[in-house]
């Protein structure tokens, strides 16, 4: 069973479209993240919300907005994509704030 | 802005041989975290030290930590091709936020 899954793994959509990337992990951690890794592999969070709420807010444009129903899940949704946010998108999540963090497999958005 | 940085950036080395990556940072720390990320795949933790050990082992790694530099390396002895990957250290930044922060990573290519 996959611990941390993301979907889908792969997005290309055009300039000014609308797109969900949604999480889901099975581990039972009451805090999870997205992070954005550019094509330096350059880690960056973005988001990180413990039992449903948001904790960490980095400085995202608000075209970024993440919606956690429950905390299994933590789903990114970005309205008019640009070509800056072409990258590759990361969940994860953790046990506690401070323990290590079980990554998903990332979903790669190009933006054209 | 960036926690960890290491140390050299990519590494060629032939199989057999030990690799040593090393890692700095800016803050004082909870724990450090190594993660390995395959090509096109997500993170995966390797190991995790905490603040008031000096040196840990797990299989063919060791990492050790030095506080007063604020500085830690990860040694991979008797690599292997499997070994091929980018390594990142990982520090909390303070607190209790769970605010992961990343390294540049380091990318290790290990020659058959």
């Known amino acids: 069973d996959t611990a941390v899954s993301q979907t889908p793994k792969y997005l290309v959509t055009q300039m000014g479209n609308d797109k969900s990337i949604k999480c889901e992990q099975n581990?039972?951690?009451?805090?999870m993240y997205w992070y954005k890794q550019d094509s330096k592999k350059f880690l960056k969070i973005m988001f990180s919300?413990?039992?449903?709420?948001?904790?960490i807010n980095e400085t995202v444009p608000n075209r970024f907005s993440p919606k956690s129903p429950d905390k299994a899940h933590l789903n990114l949704h970005i309205n008019s994509l640009e070509l800056g946010d072409s990258a590759v998108y990361f969940c994860?999540?953790?046990?506690?704030?401070?323990?290590?963090?079980?990554f998903g497999q990332g979903t790669r958005l190009t933006v054209v | 802005s960036q926690q960890g940085e290491e140390d050299p950036q990519a590494l060629s080395i032939q199989e057999g041989e030990n690799a040593t990556m090393n890692c700095s940072y800016k803050?004082?720390?909870?724990?450090l975290q190594w993660y390995r990320q395959n090509s096109g795949r997500g993170l995966v933790h390797l190991i995790l030290?905490?603040?008031?050990?000096r040196e840990k082992h797990s299989g063919r790694l060791r990492v050790t930590l030095d506080t007063s530099k604020k500085s830690s390396s990860l040694l991979i002895t008797a690599s292997r091709a499997a070994d091929t990957a980018s390594y990142f250290c990982?520090?909390?930044?303070?607190?209790?936020?769970?605010?992961?922060?990343f390294g540049q990573g380091t990318t290790l290519q290990v020659k058959p």
């Open positions: 919300y413990n039992n449903k709420e948001l904790i």
């Open positions: 581990l039972g951690h009451d805090t």
């Open positions: 803050t004082s720390i909870n724990n």
């Open positions: 990982a520090t909390f930044s303070g607190g209790n936020t769970g605010k992961l922060i």
């Open positions: 994860a999540s953790s046990q506690k704030r401070v323990t290590e963090a079980f």
């Open positions: 030290i905490r603040s008031n050990e």
